[in-house]
C-alpha cells in the first residue's frame, strides 16, 4: 500500500504572545508552491481570525498534519515584506527574545495587521484631465491648485491635503472624470537636486569618500556641535538616489521631523515619506507604501521606520545614535540603532551612525575597528566653540534655581546684545513635592513608591510615572494645616520668575507645553527669528535643534544629573550638557555655557570645561572594563510585576534556582533585586540581572531565562518579561 504524500504546509508568524511560528494547509484550492515568503493570510486562531505573515512553505508539519487546519486566504499577490525584512524580523525576534508575530506585527502597519489591501493611495490626471485648456477652472481656485500640482505627476492625498486641497475638491475633480485613483509609481524617483550644497571641508569630504557601496560598511561619524554632520548626509543622500536607490534616516524625536524634512525638501527633488507616531494611520500607510513601492526616495522616521521595506535599499543613516530613545521601553524592547546595523549588513548597504557625543558601545566598536571612525572637530564656517564655566553655587542665593551671576548674564545676552538664551532644567512642573509645614505630610502617589509633583498651572497634582492625578488641596489632608510648602525647581517655577524680571518673551520646552503636532515647529521659527528671548527647557532641547541667535547657554541644576545609581548616569549626564552646551554660539562668535553646581570640582566637570569629552569617554571605558559592563559584557534584565508584593519576588527566585546551574560558565545571576521604584501603577516590580562576558553566552542565557520563566506556573496578575541590551536599569 503506497503512502499519500503529505501537503505542503505554510508557516506563519501569527501576532500572538507566543515565541513560536504555527502550520497551516494551504487554503481550498490554492498551490502552496505559488505563494511566497512575505504575503498575508488570514487564518482562524481559535475561535477568531487573524492576518498572519507566511515565512516558509514547509514540507513537514511541527505537529501531526491531522490537526492542521487551513488558511481561509490569501491577501496579496505579492509579498508585503521583502526577504531581508523577514530575516530580519527573524533576528530580533531570537535576539530580544521577544514572540515572532508580535516583531513582523512592528514591521506592517495598522490597515495591513487588519487584512486591508495595498490601496490606490496616489491620485493622477486622467487623459481628460491632461487635455483640460488653460484656465478651464479659474472659477475654481481649489481645482484649479489641485490640477496644477497634479501636473507635475502623481501625487499622495496627504501631500495634496498639505497644499491646501480636500478630500472633497478630489472628489468633485473625480466625478468630472478629470482625475483618477492609481498605484503607487514604482519609477525611480529623481535623483536631481534643487539646489547645490556648500563646499566641503577636508575633513566632511573624507567621511563622504570613506563611504563605499554595494556592501555592508558601518560608519561612525563624530562631530561636535555644528560640525556639519547633516552636510555629509545631504551628501550621501545624493549620492545614493544617483545610483537609483533609496536612503532611509532615523531621528530620535519626533520634533525633529519639520527642520529635517525642511532641509531635505530644499536640497532633493526626490519625495520624502515621514513615519512617526505622531501621523494619522492613514498618513503613515501612505508613507510605507511611498517606501515599499520605491516612489520615496528618502524615508525618514522615528525608532519604528527601521522595519520599514524599502524597493531599493541603499542607505542608512542613524542621526544623534546616542539617544535613549531609539530603545523601545515597552512591549517590544528593540534599540532602534543596533537593529539598524543589523540591517544594513542584511541589506548589503552602508549605514552611518552621527553624533558629537557617541554612545561608549559605538566608540568601542570604532576602536576594535568594526565601524569606520571618520571625525569632524570644527564647526562649520569656522565657527568658535562655546566657552564653557561652572557656577559655584556654594554660599550662593538662588531664585528660582537660578544665581545672580547667571541672571546677570541672562540679562546682558537678551538686553544688551539682543540675542537669546536656553536655559536647560530637567524636571517639569512648578516643584517635585508639596509638603505640610505643620506636620511634615508630604503629597505621594497612591499607586507608586513616588511623589507627586506640583503642577500650579492647571492647579494639581501629578505623578511622572503613572500619570494619576488630582486637585492641589486647599490644606494638608492630616493635620488640616494650610501651610503648604513646594520644595525644588521645575521648568513653570523659573518660567514665572523669568517673566517677573525679563522685559522679553519666554518660551517653556517641556512635554507640557509642547502639546500638538505644531507647537515644536512654532518654537523653532520664533528661534529662527532671532528676536530676543529666553527659552527654558527639559532634554527636549537637546535633541539636535538648531537655534541660530541662541548666545549663552545655562544648565540650571547640573547637580541632579551627576549623581546617579545607573551605570550609565555619567556618561548621559556628560552627553547632556555637551548637547545642550552645543546649542550656543552655532552662527555667532562668543557663545557662552555656565554650569550651576554645588561640586565644581568633580573631575568630570572638569574635563568638560577643557573640552575633552573624549578623555570623559576614555576614563568611562576604563571603568566599564573593570566592572565587566557594556560594552565589555553583555547585560540582559529579567522582569516581574505583580499586584503581591511577594510574588514576583517569589517567581524570579525560582527561574534563577532553576536557571543558575544550566547557564554558560561565563554568565552570572544577580537577584532577584527590587527596582529602584519597587511599586508603580499598583505594581510591584523585581527584576533578575544576567551579566555575560561575550554575546554568544548572553544569547544562550537569554534563551535559557526565558524557556524556565514560561514553563512555571504564575499566578493570574503577574507578568514577566526580558529586556536586552537595557538602556534603563533601574
Given amino acids: ?99 515572532l508575530g508580535e516583531v513582523f506585527s512592528a514591521a506592517i502597519p495598522k490597515a495591513l495587521r487588519e487584512g486591508r489591501g495595498l490601496s490606490e493611495t496616489h491620485w493622477r490626471l486622467t487623459t481628460r484631465g491632461k487635455g483640460l485648456p488653460d484656465g478651464a477652472l479659474s472659477r475654481a481656485k481649489s481645482q484649479a491648485k489641485a490640477l496644477t500640482l497634479l501636473q507635475t505627476g502623481e501625487q499622495l492625498p496627504v501631500t495634496l491635503k498639505a497644499a491646501g486641497v480636500s478630500s472633497a475638491v478630489l472628489r468633485e475633480l473625480a466625478s468630472k472624470d478629470l482625475i483618477e485613483r492609481c498605484r503607487v509609481s514604482t519609477g525611480l524617483p529623481s535623483a536631481a537636486l534643487k539646489e547645490e550644497g556648500p563646499p566641503l571641508g577636508e575633513e566632511q569630504a573624507t567621511a563622504v569618500a570613506a563611504v563605499k557601496w554595494d556592501s555592508f560598511s558601518c560608519h561612525l561619524l563624530q562631530g561636535v556641535t555644528g560640525s556639519g554632520k547633516t552636510e555629509v548626509y545631504l551628501r550621501l543622500i545624493a549620492n545614493c538616489l544617483a545610483r537609483g536607490e533609496q536612503a532611509l534616516v532615523l531621528i530620535p524625536e519626533i520634533g525633529l521631523t519639520p527642520q529635517t524634512v525642511e532641509r531635505f525638501e530644499a536640497r532633493f527633488q526626490a519625495p520624502v515619506a515621514v513615519l512617526h507616531s505622531g501621523l494619522s494611520d492613514r498618513q503613515r500607510f501612505a508613507a510605507w507604501q511611498a517606501a515599499q513601492s520605491g516612489t520615496a526616495g528618502i524615508v525618514l522616521g522615528t525608532r519604528s521606520a527601521i522595519f520599514t521595506p524599502l524597493a531599493r535599499p541603499g542607505l542608512i543613516i542613524v542621526d544623534e545614535e546616542h539617544d535613549g530613545s531609539y530603545k523601545q521601553q515597552d512591549g517590544f524592547r528593540y534599540a532602534a540603532r543596533d537593529v539598524a546595523v543589523k540591517r544594513a549588513q542584511l541589506e548589503g548597504c552602508p549605514v552611518m551612525l552621527g553624533s558629537a557625543t557617541p554612545s561608549l558601545e559605538s566608540l568601542e566598536n570604532a576602536r576594535r575597528e568594526r565601524y569606520q571612525h571618520h571625525f569632524l572637530r570644527g564647526r562649520q564656517g569656522g565657527g568658535e566653540l562655546p566657552m564653557l564655566q561652572t557656577v559655584d553655587l556654594r554660599g550662593l542665593q538662588l531664585n528660582a534655581g537660578i544665581s545672580d551671576y547667571l541672571m546677570a548674564a541672562i540679562r546682558e545676552t537678551v538686553e544688551v546684545h539682543k540675542r537669546q538664551a536656553l536655559l536647560f532644567l530637567n524636571r517639569r512642573g512648578f516643584a517635585p513635592t508639596l509638603q505640610c509645614h505643620s506636620c511634615g505630610w508630604v503629597a505621594g502617589c497612591d499607586h507608586c513608591d513616588a511623589r507627586l509633583t506640583v503642577h500650579l498651572r492647571k492647579r494639581c497634582l501629578r505623578c511622572h510615572h503613572c500619570a494619576a492625578q488630582r486637585a492641589l488641596p486647599p490644606q494638608c489632608p492630616d493635620c488640616g494645616g494650610t501651610s503648604l510648602l513646594t520644595h525644588g525647581l521645575g521648568t513653570e517655577q523659573t518660567e514665572d520668575f523669568l517673566r517677573k ?30 528676536e530676543p528671548c529666553v527659552i527654558l527647557g527639559t532634554q527636549m532641547l537637546t535633541k539636535g535643534h538648531h537655534f541660530p541667535a541662541v548666545q549663552l547657554v545655562g544648565v540650571i541644576d547640573a547637580d541632579a544629573l551627576l549623581y546617579s545609581a545607573d551605570f550609565r548616569g555619567e556618561e548621559r549626564m556628560a552627553q547632556l550638557v555637551v548637547q545642550v552646551a552645543g546649542r550656543a554660539g552655532r552662527e555667532s562668535a562668543g557663545g557662552r555655557v555656565l554650569i550651576q553646581t554645588h561640586y565644581p570640582d568633580d573631575p568630570l566637570f572638569g574635563a568638560l570645561r577643557d573640552g575633552h569629552f573624549e578623555a570623559i569617554t576614555s576614563s568611562l571605558l576604563q571603568k566599564r572594563q573593570s566592572a565587566r559592563l557594556p560594552p565589555y559584557g553583555q547585560l540582559m534584565l529579567l522582569r516581574s510585576d505583580s499586584r503581591n508584593e511577594g510574588d514576583g519576588e517569589a517567581f524570579l527566585r525560582t527561574v534563577y534556582r532553576e536557571a543558575r546551574q544550566h547557564l554558560p560558565n561565563d554568565c552570572q545571576l544577580i537577584g532577584p533585586l527590587p527596582s529602584a521604584m519597587p511599586r508603580r501603577a499598583g505594581r510591584f516590580r523585581w527584576q533578575l540581572w544576567c551579566l555575560a562576558a561575550s554575546r554568544r553566552s548572553a544569547m544562550a542565557a537569554a534563551r535559557l531565562l526565558v524557556e524556565r520563566a514560561e514553563k512555571l506556573k504564575k499566578p493570574r496578575e503577574l507578568s514577566w518579561f526580558i529586556d536586552v541590551d537595557p538602556s534603563d536599569v533601574l
Wanted: negative net charge.
Fill in 1 to 99: 500500500m503506497t503512502q499519500s504524500k503529505q501537503p505542503a504546509v505554510l508557516r506563519v508568524a501569527a501576532p500572538v504572545p507566543l515565541r513560536r511560528p504555527f502550520d497551516y494547509l494551504a487554503p481550498e484550492g490554492q498551490n502552496p508552491d505559488s505563494l511566497s515568503p512575505g504575503v498575508r493570510l488570514r487564518v482562524p486562531f481559535g475561535k477568531r481570525e487573524i492576518t498572519a505573515i507566511l515565512l516558509e512553505v514547509a514540507l513537514e508539519a511541527s505537529v501531526d498534519v491531522k490537526q492542521l487546519r487551513p488558511a481561509l486566504t490569501v491577501l496579496d499577490d505579492e509579498p508585503v515584506l521583502s526577504p531581508s525584512i523577514i530575516a530580519l524580523c527573524k533576528w530580533s525576534s531570537e535576539y530580544y527574545q521577544h514572540p
Fill in 501 to 530: 524680571v525679563l522685559h522679553c518673551p519666554v518660551h517653556r520646552v517641556d512635554s507640557d507645553a509642547m502639546r500638538g503636532v505644531d507647537a515644536m515647529q512654532s518654537l523653532l521659527e520664533v528661534a529662527q527669528s532671532e
